[in-house]
């Protein structure tokens, strides 16, 4: 009632069985059946997996431990800086070569 959150609430993520009385509902928020991916999955099979599948996230694992979340927001955003990086590069590139020696 404070607006603080509490470690004792009780976190649903799945509607099948709500606990009685207070807790979080994070299971709107969440896929029924989530994406894994290794840990060494190559990053151009998630995009692929992102794009194939529509998924939002994936469950990275290394031996059957998860061990972070990919979200497909941050992929975007690393490929568009990857390409922002690239274009630049290639940029001073031309510009190097135009000089006269």
């Given at each position: ?89 290639a940029g ?10």
């Amino acid at each position: 009632r404070s607006g603080r959150l509490s470690t004792q609430i009780p976190c649903l993520f799945s509607r099948s069985h709500p606990p009685s009385g207070l807790y979080m509902d994070f299971s709107s928020h969440l896929d029924s059946c989530p994406g894994l991916v290794f840990h060494s999955t190559p990053l151009a099979s998630v995009v692929e997996m992102f794009r194939a599948v529509g998924l939002r996230y994936l469950l990275a694992t290394r031996e059957g431990q998860l061990i972070g979340i990919i979200k497909k927001k941050d992929v975007l955003e690393l490929l568009e800086s990857r390409s922002r990086s690239n274009a630049q590069n290639a940029g001073e590139g031309e510009e190097a070569e135009a000089e006269p020696d």
